[in-house]
């Protein structure tokens, strides 16, 4: 669980501690294996690596580095209290990449230690984007001085050392604010977790950020605002880098965690090195990115994803409705696009991931559920992700929301995308909730999902993984109450792990309740593995099967807006049709339309 330098005089004990939430019933949510790979953790432990390299706390220091993500790793607090003792109490906890939902479990990891005098930093989201958006009292961040914990706001590369040596002399500040001073990544260390950790995720999937910064504007997005809308990015060089040291350790998927990779200006020389370390020295990459719904209007940038190794693409499709992409600042998200775009991807055997977003203005339980059925029908994606529309502290919707007083939820521990945290215009609190878990049960039916697996057999994207994604993506919502992307294998719960405020239960119900919930969850998992397991099979084995074509895989024609019901029924459908239809007028006057 720990990097340990050599022998030296003194050992400075950093401890990097990536917190987890609580769920429903206050229970910390950690998993035997975790879905994804922390890369707040990967990055700090890479840049904390190198300070122990460079001896910057001195020839006579060495630096010792705890690993923790607590989603699938047990913050062992007396046995991190004990490992101070044993070093003089010299050293200092990190909580690090913490976003607003995990503000509460970060400031109740970081009591003990504080009682214990021990220093304790905590960076990420939440505190970056309250600094950024909002004045330096706002959202709790008066508890991290109470409790004496300095708060770090801004990216750690080049500025890790000045905090590791106020600590080891015992001056760590309140407050270091670098995010008017964003740094270069180029030639930064680069992101790394050593096999060990990696092990504890799904899949062997390492992660890495090969840019910052997005050019867009989306009002609910807190990216931006933290990490600013110039691009920042890692050079091909400093890729290859990170890509052979994973593959010395048996790492060879990644999930390159840039917001929109397709924004990365730098992405063309990255891939042209991937492709070389693909297909020259046989290293079988595999690659999950994110990207933009205009992505394929970039010259052969799918068809170098493809040859990279990227075999799943994440798209911020968000809605269907035009009025409601409109409201939340996300005009580069056209509707007549949609098809071309995911069409592209499935020409190259690339399965496709989409967020979409639940709350708009526009949005009430019968349009959603009008729109699930229109996505089914008529766009070829493979797997949906819903998310609540939620006031992100960081974010431009936060903060109008926050300057005008509008009540929003103060339990922080629920800014996870998946609850209702503020009023909406035409939904109830309990309407909206309501329809959030229906979502899932909406688009991930048996018959829906056979449809899937009958698409992907058509465009070749691989069954197997397709599988594996809807068993998880069809399943831990009404299992786990959890979004997928937070779920995992076997979850895990201790009795003394529930928040401070909420009652220790009786071992006698606790554990029955737990042991039995668990067997009853993993019988329905298993029936719904071998359900999709023996439909792909057969579906496979079927003659034709590579020849099957519906709506959502016809390739786009010149009377689909006059055809299909994403063009005429959805929200300002219509109005997006005739404003695409005037542009084009205006800019090719003379052509056939």
Same mark, same amino acid.
């Given at each position: 669980m720990?990097?340990v330098s050599?022998?030296?005089?003194r050992?400075?004990?950093?401890?990097l501690?990536?917190?987890?939430h609580?769920?429903d019933n206050?229970?910390?949510?950690r998993?035997w294996?975790?879905?994804?790979?922390?890369n707040?953790?990967a990055?700090?432990?890479g840049?904390?690596?190198?300070?122990?390299d460079?001896e910057?706390?001195?020839?006579d220091?060495a630096?010792?580095?705890t690993?923790?993500?607590?989603t699938n790793?047990r913050?062992n607090i007396?046995m991190?209290?004990?490992?101070?003792?044993r070093?003089d109490?010299?050293g200092m906890v990190a909580?690090i990449?913490?976003?607003s939902?995990?503000?509460p479990r970060?400031?109740d990891?970081?009591?003990?230690?504080r009682?214990?005098s021990?220093p304790?930093?905590m960076g990420?989201?939440?505190?970056?984007?309250?600094?950024?958006?909002l004045?330096?009292?706002a959202?709790?961040?008066d508890a991290?001085?109470?409790?004496?914990?300095?708060?770090?706001a801004?990216?750690?590369?080049g500025r890790?050392?000045?905090v590791?040596r106020?600590?080891?002399?015992? &001056?760590?500040?309140?407050?270091?604010n670098?995010m008017?001073?964003?740094?270069?990544?180029?030639?930064?260390?680069v992101?790394?977790?050593?096999?060990?950790y990696?092990?504890h995720?799904?899949g062997l999937?390492?992660s890495?950020?090969?840019?910052?910064?997005?050019?867009? &504007?989306?009002?609910?997005?807190?990216?931006i605002?933290v990490?600013?809308?110039?691009?920042?990015?890692?050079?091909a060089?400093d890729?290859e880098k990170l890509?052979r040291l994973n593959w010395?350790?048996?790492i060879h998927?990644f999930f390159?965690?840039?917001d929109?990779?397709a +924004?990365?200006?730098e992405?063309?020389a990255?891939?042209?090195r991937?492709i070389?370390l693909?297909e020259?020295?046989?290293?079988?990459l595999g690659?999950?990115?994110?990207?933009?719904?205009?992505?394929?209007?970039?010259?052969?940038?799918?068809?170098?994803?493809k040859?990279?190794g990227v075999t799943?693409?994440?798209i911020g499709? #968000?809605?269907?409705?035009p009025?409601?992409?409109?409201a939340?600042?996300?005009?580069?998200?056209?509707?007549t696009?949609?098809?071309?775009?995911?069409?592209?991807w499935k020409e190259q055997?690339i399965m496709t991931?989409?967020?979409y977003?639940?709350g708009?203005p526009?949005?009430?339980?019968?349009t959603?559920r009008?729109d699930?059925?229109i996505?089914q029908e008529e766009l070829?994606i493979?797997?949906?992700e819903?998310?609540?529309?939620?006031?992100?502290?960081?974010?431009?919707d936060?903060?109008v929301l926050?300057k005008?007083?509008v009540e929003?939820?103060?339990?922080?521990?629920?800014?996870?995308?998946e609850?209702v945290c503020?009023?909406h215009?035409?939904?109830?609190?309990?309407?909206?909730e309501a329809i959030?878990?229906?979502a899932?049960?909406l688009y991930y039916?048996p018959?829906?999902m056979k449809?899937l697996l009958r698409?992907?057999?058509?465009t070749?994207?691989?069954v197997?993984?397709?599988v594996?994604?809807?068993?998880t993506?069809?399943?831990m919502?009404?299992?786990?109450?959890v979004?997928?992307l937070?779920?995992?294998i076997? +979850?895990?719960k201790? +009795?003394s792990e529930?928040?401070?405020?909420l009652? &220790?239960e009786?071992?006698?119900i606790?554990w029955?309740?737990?042991v039995c919930?668990t067997?009853a969850k993993?019988?329905?998992?298993a029936?719904?593995?071998?359900r999709?397991?023996s439909?792909?099979f057969l579906?496979?084995q079927s003659?034709g099967?590579r020849?099957?074509m519906?709506r959502?895989?016809?390739p786009?024609?010149a009377d689909? #807006?006059?055809k299909l019901d994403?063009?005429?029924?959805?929200?300002?459908?219509s109005?997006?049709?005739k404003h695409?239809?005037?542009?084009a007028?205006?800019t090719?006057?003379?052509q056939?339309?």
């Amino acid at each position: 669980m720990s990097h340990v330098s050599e022998a030296r005089n003194r050992r400075f004990q950093l401890i990097l501690i990536k917190p987890s939430h609580y769920d429903d019933n206050g229970y910390v949510i950690r998993w035997w294996r975790a879905m994804i790979p922390s890369n707040s953790l990967a990055a700090l432990y890479g840049i904390a690596l190198d300070c122990a390299d460079r001896e910057v706390l001195g020839a006579d220091t060495a630096i010792d580095i705890t690993v923790i993500d607590e989603t699938n790793t047990r913050v062992n607090i007396p046995m991190l209290l004990d490992q101070f003792r044993r070093n003089d109490n010299f050293g200092m906890v990190a909580l690090i990449g913490v976003q607003s939902n995990q503000y509460p479990r970060a400031l109740d990891i970081a009591r003990p230690f504080r009682d214990a005098s021990l220093p304790v930093a905590m960076g990420g989201f939440h505190v970056s984007g309250c600094l950024a958006m909002l004045d330096g009292s706002a959202v709790g961040l008066d508890a991290c001085r109470k409790m004496g914990i300095a708060m770090f706001a801004g990216e750690a590369e080049g500025r890790l050392e000045t905090v590791l040596r106020d600590a080891a002399s015992g &001056q760590l500040q309140s407050l270091y604010n670098f995010m008017n001073d964003l740094p270069s990544i180029d030639g930064a260390p680069v992101p790394f977790l050593p096999k060990r950790y990696i092990e504890h995720t799904l899949g062997l999937s390492a992660s890495f950020d090969a840019g910052r910064g997005c050019p867009y &504007q989306c009002s609910f997005c807190t990216i931006i605002n933290v990490q600013g809308r110039k691009s920042r990015f890692r050079s091909a060089d400093d890729v290859e880098k990170l890509v052979r040291l994973n593959w010395a350790n048996g790492i060879h998927k990644f999930f390159i965690t840039d917001d929109n990779f397709a +924004r990365n200006k730098e992405w063309e020389a990255i891939f042209d090195r991937l492709i070389a370390l693909k297909e020259k020295e046989a290293i079988p990459l595999g690659l999950m990115i994110q990207v933009d719904t205009l992505c394929h209007r970039i010259e052969n940038f799918i068809e170098k994803a493809k040859r990279a190794g990227v075999t799943r693409v994440f798209i911020g499709l #968000e809605n269907v409705n035009p009025d409601n992409l409109i409201a939340a600042k996300k005009a580069q998200n056209k509707i007549t696009e949609y098809r071309k775009m995911l069409l592209a991807w499935k020409e190259q055997g690339i399965m496709t991931l989409a967020g979409y977003i639940l709350g708009f203005p526009a949005d009430t339980p019968e349009t959603i559920r009008r729109d699930i059925a229109i996505i089914q029908e008529e766009l070829p994606i493979d797997v949906i992700e819903f998310f609540c529309l939620t006031p992100l502290p960081g974010s431009e919707d936060h903060q109008v929301l926050w300057k005008s007083g509008v009540e929003m939820d103060a339990d922080l521990n629920i800014y996870d995308v998946e609850h209702v945290c503020t009023a909406h215009a035409k939904m109830t609190k309990r309407e909206w909730e309501a329809i959030y878990r229906e979502a899932w049960l909406l688009y991930y039916t048996p018959k829906h999902m056979k449809t899937l697996l009958r698409r992907a057999i058509a465009t070749g994207v691989p069954v197997g993984s397709l599988v594996k994604v809807l068993v998880t993506f069809a399943t831990m919502v009404p299992l786990e109450h959890v979004h997928p992307l937070q779920s995992g294998i076997l +979850r895990l719960k201790r +009795r003394s792990e529930r928040r401070p405020e909420l009652p &220790q239960e009786n071992p006698m119900i606790f554990w029955p309740r737990f042991v039995c919930g668990t067997l009853a969850k993993h019988v329905i998992l298993a029936a719904t593995i071998v359900r999709l397991v023996s439909t792909g099979f057969l579906i496979s084995q079927s003659p034709g099967s590579r020849k099957y074509m519906d709506r959502a895989l016809m390739p786009v024609g010149a009377d689909d #807006e006059e055809k299909l019901d994403l063009f005429t029924r959805t929200t300002g459908g219509s109005a997006a049709v005739k404003h695409v239809k005037k542009i084009a007028r205006l800019t090719h006057p003379g052509q056939a339309i």
